[in-house]
C-alpha cells in the first residue's frame, strides 16, 4: 500500500486564483513529517513547507500553506493567488519515525500543476 | 556554496555496462539517500545511509550498490547498467534531527540513458 497518495495527475488554475493539491498519507507513527516539494520543468527539487504531526497549527510560507488534518490523514498543500511561475510537478512527501526512525522520506507520485494566464 | 553535489548531469551507458554516480555533501549531514524518478511513479528510494559506515536498502534497490566510508560521499554504483535503469537519479541529505522540519536537500540529479 502507498504512504503517500495524491489523486490529481494533473490540475489546472487561472492565474492569482487559489489552488488545492491533495495529499493523504497512511502511518501508524504518532510522530511523523510531512513536507511539500516543488519540481520546475528544469528538474531541481525545492523544498515549499513542513508540517510536523505535533504541530497544532497549519504551516504557512509565503504563498504556501499546508492544510492539515490529522483525523483524515490529509496534508494538502494551498497555493494562493498562482504564478505562471508556479507551473511545475508537486509532491508531497512523509517522513515517519522522529522520534527514532531513519528519517527517510517517502514520496507520492506528484501532481502537475499548470496555471493559465 | 554550501550543498549536495552530483556528478556527472548526464550519462549515457550501453548495456552491461558499469559506473558509479558521485554525490558529495558539504553540511555535516548524517543521513543520505539516492532516490530514482521516473513518469508517473514519483521518486523511489533506492538506498539510504544514516552515517558513514551504515547503509540500507529501499524500495528498489536490485542492481545498486553504495557504500558510505565518509560522511561527505555516498556514492551509487550501476554493476551492470540495463535499459529499465533508465531514469533520472537525485541524491538527497539531511540532518538527524527530523523535527527540524528543513526536509531534505536535494542534488540537481544525473539524467542517466542506458541503450
Known amino acids: 500500500a502507498q504512504k503517500i497518495t495524491q489523486t490529481q495527475p494533473g490540475m489546472f488554475v487561472q492565474e492569482k486564483e487559489a489552488v488545492t493539491l491533495d495529499c493523504t498519507y497512511d502511518?501508524?507513527?504518532?510522530?511523523?513529517?510531512l513536507f511539500w516539494y516543488k519540481q520546475p520543468s528544469s528538474g531541481e527539487m525545492i523544498f515549499l513547507i513542513y508540517?510536523?504531526?505535533?504541530?497544532?497549527q497549519n504551516a504557512t510560507e509565503g504563498r504556501y500553506s499546508l492544510n492539515f488534518q490529522k483525523a483524515r490523514k490529509s496534508a494538502n498543500l494551498v497555493i494562493s493567488a498562482s504564478q505562471l511561475g508556479d507551473s511545475a510537478m508537486y509532491f508531497c512527501?512523509?517522513?515517519?519515525?522522529?522520534?527514532?526512525?531513519?528519517?527517510?522520506?517517502?514520496f507520492g507520485r506528484g501532481t502537475s500543476l499548470i496555471v493559465h494566464p | 556554496n554550501a550543498g549536495v553535489t552530483q556528478t556527472p548531469k548526464f550519462q549515457v551507458l550501453k548495456t552491461g555496462q558499469s559506473m558509479t554516480l558521485q554525490c558529495a555533501q558539504d553540511?555535516?549531514?548524517?543521513?543520505m539517500s539516492w532516490y530514482r524518478q521516473d513518469p508517473g511513479m514519483g521518486l523511489r528510494l533506492i538506498h539510504y545511509?544514516?552515517?558513514?559506515?551504515?547503509?540500507d536498502q529501499g524500495e528498489v534497490p536490485n542492481g545498486y550498490n553504495v557504500s558510505r566510508s565518509t560522511t561527505e560521499d555516498f556514492p551509487l554504483r550501476l554493476l551492470s547498467a540495463a535499459p529499465s535503469q533508465t531514469s533520472v537519479y537525485f541524491c538527497?541529505?539531511?540532518?538527524?534531527?527530523?523535527?527540524?522540519?528543513?526536509?531534505?536537500?536535494f542534488g540537481s540529479g544525473t539524467r542517466l540513458t542506458v541503450v
Open positions: 553540511m555535516n549531514h548524517e543521513y
Open positions: 545511509s544514516v552515517g558513514a559506515g551504515i547503509t
Open positions: 508540517q510536523g504531526s505535533y504541530d497544532e
Open positions: 502511518t501508524s507513527d504518532q510522530s511523523y513529517g
Open positions: 512527501a512523509m517522513r515517519e519515525g522522529l522520534s527514532g526512525g531513519s528519517y527517510i522520506p517517502t
Open positions: 538527497a541529505s539531511s540532518t538527524r534531527q527530523g523535527d527540524l522540519g528543513y526536509g531534505y536537500t
